[in-house]
């Protein structure tokens, strides 16, 4: 009999351990216990709420790379512009996040430049297409798009790069260079009997394979085809000048002037007028202003500003050339200006 109320003892006292020590009676453990067990219960509280916390901050950690991802690869459908960076340090510049993941395997070609995106290759016949190497030794006859038989609509996302057309930001490449001819490679022209030219200038006295300017057309085929009338006398033009293009000055330049057209684009519409946008560089801030590489090419480069005021005007003539962006000026008589101005002759 003592031997069964000894074994029973035991075993009432091996449950109501296990019962105290478990978690769910951490709480009567703590009120009730003292001495060495009340501190190993408390320090085990402890722990497993470290170990729940750890867990829960790791989880919004991965989410929140998660969402992080995800928006960065659906940024173009949001108001975001890349060219901010034109206020970081100069060594920051093209590091931009460059988008190297398409949508198209075949994207970029061996040099990096952006090829056709996928709408220009189902919509358009291209007569002329070469790259900035073949154009800055022969001719400046880059790119050439045979004439439109029927209106085009733009996408307003371009399938390849999953951002809107007037967006850089798809055209940073990883070793820093902005992929211009890629960029205006998405702009042709959109109207009926239209042609899209592309050309590529290069200095020809220097002749050192240097992007000296790019210009970009649209125009109807019959206007220097006669005789058949155009249709439709609508026009746009596009001009960039690069650090290279070094104009002559006389000694009334070299005093007076005070800012350099950069970028030159003109929206003409027959029947209202000509809208315009000049991109101008304080002329005593152009020497310093920081340029990239233009990809594709040897030795040449853009101002970083220009990349800037590239995408301003080109989101404008998209979005809606009749009104002015708000993130582009009026006409400015300031002598010394950086920017870009807005004007229409009508």
């Not at 173009?76 to 093209?94: D, F, H, V, W």
């Not at 395997?105 to 291209?126: I, M």
């Not at 029947?271 to 040897?298: A, N, R």
């Not at 003539?317 to 950086?338: A, R, V």
Request: aromatic residues 12%.
């Amino acid at each position: 009999m003592k031997k069964n109320l000894k074994v029973m003892a035991t075993s009432i006292a091996l449950s109501m351990s296990m019962i105290l020590t478990s978690p769910a009676y951490a709480g009567v453990v703590k009120r009730n216990a003292t001495g060495a067990a009340a501190k190993a219960a408390e320090e085990q509280k402890k722990a497993n709420e470290k170990k729940e916390n750890e867990a829960q901050v790791s989880s919004e950690t991965s989410s929140q790379g998660q969402g992080d991802q995800t928006e960065q690869a659906h940024a173009g459908l949001k108001n975001q512009s890349p060219t901010e960076q034109a206020t970081q340090p100069q060594k920051e510049i093209g590091r931009d996040n460059p988008m190297t993941v398409f949508p198209r395997a075949d994207y970029l070609g061996p040099d990096g430049v952006a090829k056709d995106p996928s709408y220009v290759t189902s919509n358009f016949e291209v007569e002329v297409d070469k790259t900035i190497s073949q154009c800055v030794r022969s001719s400046p006859d880059a790119r050439w798009l045979k004439m439109r038989t029927e209106p085009f609509v733009y996408p307003e996302i371009n399938p390849d790069t999953g951002y809107p057309l007037w967006s850089t930001k798809p055209f940073w490449r990883t070793d820093g260079s902005f992929d211009v001819y890629g960029y205006l490679k998405q702009f042709v022209a959109r109207k009926k009997d239209a042609v899209t030219q592309l050309l590529v200038f290069t200095d020809s006295e220097k002749r050192d394979n240097s992007v000296t300017r790019m210009e970009l057309f649209f125009s109807n085929y019959y206007e220097e085809h006669p005789p058949y009338i155009p249709t439709d006398r609508d026009a746009f033009s596009l001009w960039l000048y690069f650090p290279a293009e070094k104009r002559a000055e006389n000694d009334f330049e070299r005093n007076y002037r005070k800012r350099e057209l950069q970028i030159l684009a003109k929206d003409f519409h027959f029947y209202d007028g000509t809208i315009h946008w000049e991109g101008f560089i304080d002329i005593d801030t152009l020497d310093t202003q920081p340029t990239v590489k233009i990809t594709g090419s040897e030795n040449s480069y853009i101002y970083l500003a220009q990349v800037d005021m590239l995408e301003k005007i080109m989101r404008n003539y998209l979005m809606n050339p009749y009104k002015k962006s708000d993130d582009i000026q009026d006409f400015n008589g300031t002598e010394h200006f950086t920017g870009i101005i807005y004007w229409p002759d009508f």
